[in-house]
């Protein structure tokens, strides 16, 4: 598998902003966007999601919760290429992350991240 050309970051909170800050910082070309309508100082963010997954080849969920995922991801449907796989490193339930399977099918990658934000923000979590 290739390298991913253009990562967006879906939720830009303290672990999701860290796993942008360190993407970014090994030259990825990474796109940030959060509910909130926070900003990364290390990344380039946009306020429309959408414009953020129709260029991207993976997209990497950073969300609260469940009904977190399944709003952003409503709401990006229809703009997610055929090729362009998801990736959830949200801690949600793994009832959630079937009916996401299911709805989103072999793109969609359940990886919910073991460590502290330090340890994301050195490519430490796992």
């Avoid at 990825?28 to 429309?48: E, I, N, Q």
């Avoid at 260029?55 to 709401?75: E, M, N, S």
């Avoid at 990736?87 to 399977?101: Q, R």
Wanted: aromatic letters at 2%; one cysteine or more.
């Amino acid at each position: 598998m290739s390298t991913p050309h253009t990562i967006a970051v879906l939720g830009l909170g303290r672990m999701g902003g860290a796993i942008a800050t360190r993407l970014a910082a090994q030259g990825r070309d990474v796109v940030g966007w959060t509910r909130s309508g926070r900003t990364a100082d290390t990344v380039k963010t946009t306020d429309d999601p959408d414009e953020a997954v129709a260029r991207a080849d993976l997209v990497v969920l950073a969300l609260f919760d469940g009904a977190a995922c399944r709003q952003v991801l409503d709401r990006v449907h229809g703009s997610l290429r055929a090729d362009t796989i998801v990736l959830n490193t949200s801690t949600i339930a793994p009832a959630e992350a079937a009916e996401l399977a299911r709805r989103l099918g072999p793109a969609y990658v359940h990886a919910p991240l073991l460590g502290s934000v330090p340890a994301a923000a050195a490519g430490l979590a796992s």
